[in-house]
């Protein structure tokens, strides 16, 4: 299952703790549900100019939720930020108009990406 965490975090007050504990009370509905064979990979926070001056914080939050999932066997952290980035900038070409959500080539980037992390994931297994 591919999981992005923390879209809905209100910009006013992105505390990079609760992006973690999102993902602490996601894996214990997982465990709640009997979903403990299912693997989630999490989809990082997403750089975006729109936001961009709440980057700092954001790349706190996915720091601390790939240490988190080091600590389960089922989670696996995947950076589909960098990928956004163009020279250490959002790559406004990737968003709609509103400079907050990925257009069809933005979504090609991350589609690229997630296949080729599912697919190494899947070989593990």
């Known amino acids: 299952m591919v999981a992005e965490i923390g879209r809905a975090q209100p910009v006013e007050d992105p505390d990079p703790k609760r992006f973690e504990e999102q993902i602490e009370e996601f894996v214990q509905w997982d465990t709640k549900n009997s979903l403990t064979e299912v693997d989630f990979l999490y989809a990082t926070i997403k750089p975006s100019s729109s936001r961009w001056s ?16 080091r600590q389960n066997e089922q989670l696996f952290y995947v950076d589909l930020a960098t990928p956004l980035l163009k020279n250490g900038q959002p790559n406004d070409s990737l968003f709609m108009d509103d400079l907050l959500h990925l257009n069809e080539k933005g979504y090609a980037v991350w589609d690229r990406i997630i296949a080729s992390e599912l697919n190494k994931l899947l070989k593990s297994k």
């Open 54 to 69: 709440y980057w700092e914080t954001m790349t706190e939050a996915n720091r601390q939720i790939k240490e988190y999932n």
